[in-house]
């Protein structure tokens, strides 16, 4: 039988990565209103954590995808992909 988290973890599997980080935003959100009972908290905390792995996982596969897609002809190197400046946050 898995656990509560096995569940969860499991559901967070079938989200999109922008459902993921919807969740994740709403998490943080009630976690910042502070009215939730410590139990409640904790299990949003690691339900966050969880998604917070997931996304950045995510974005690293990403990033990787990227690089790869950028090679030189020759394969020697790749060039990283970095916003502008002005788009970068």
Do not use: K, W, Y
């Not at 922008?18 to 949003?44: C, M, S």
């Amino acid at each position: 039988m898995g656990t509560p988290a096995d569940t969860t973890q499991d559901a967070h599997e079938n989200l999109s990565f922008e459902a993921a980080l919807e969740r994740l935003e709403a998490i943080v959100e009630q976690l910042e209103e502070g009215d939730l009972e410590l139990e409640a908290a904790l299990a949003a905390f690691e339900e966050g954590v969880a998604l917070s792995r997931r996304c950045a996982g995510e974005l690293d596969a990403a990033d990787r995808r990227i690089e790869i897609l950028v090679q030189t002809g020759q394969g020697a190197g790749t060039e990283p992909f970095d916003l502008p400046a002005e788009d970068a946050g």
